[in-house]
């Protein structure tokens, strides 16, 4: 109870969302660890070949609160170890997780990505890659000689001098990493 001009007045609330890195959400959320999972996202029922050759979501199934506890619902009528095993692994769940027993929160829709992982030490430095491959090594746009030595005399303001970029390297630009 709180009080607002003088009256008490109750609030209610509710969770909206945990923030954790990949490895604490899938165990918040009941997912299998990833290496040992067939469908390793914890937003998609993707399995390592069609991340290879599907790029567009209509051709994959998401997750949804239904499918996850229907998953659940397997797991917990499932009697012998083995068939446990092989629902975790195939459904990449391995219990219901027991934040959902807070009313209107889901994990499936309650863990949102960790930025750090998916985006700044994944995807994005993917598509820098990407980007300067092609600008240098296919349009021609610049040289890589070029853009280090921009690099190099960039005026960093002071907060950013111990944190510049690497000048790049030909056999990293080139690289199939």
């Not at 979501?57 to 009528?77: A, G, M, S």
Request: aromatic share 8%; net charge negative; proline share 3%.
């Amino acid at each position: 109870v709180l009080k607002v001009h003088g009256t008490p007045t109750t609030i209610f609330g509710t969770l909206v969302c945990v923030s954790a890195d990949n490895l604490a959400s899938q165990l918040i959320g009941g997912y299998k660890q990833l290496a040992s999972a067939t469908r390793k996202c914890r937003f998609c029922m993707a399995t390592k070949q069609d991340v290879q050759e599907k790029f567009n979501e209509h051709q994959i199934l998401p997750r949804t609160r239904t499918n996850y506890d229907e998953y659940c619902n397997l797991l917990e009528i499932c009697t012998d170890t083995r068939s446990l095993e092989d629902i975790a692994k195939t459904y990449g769940i391995t219990h219901r997780a027991g934040l959902n027993k807070i009313q209107h929160f889901h994990v499936n829709d309650g863990l949102p990505p960790d930025i750090m992982h998916d985006l700044l030490e994944g995807a994005v430095p993917c598509e820098i890659k990407c980007l300067l491959k092609k600008c240098i090594t296919e349009e021609h746009y610049f040289t890589l000689m070029f853009f280090n030595d921009r690099m190099t005399y960039f005026q960093y303001n002071a907060a950013d001098q111990t944190a510049k970029p690497s000048l790049i390297l030909t056999n990293t630009l080139t690289g199939n990493d």
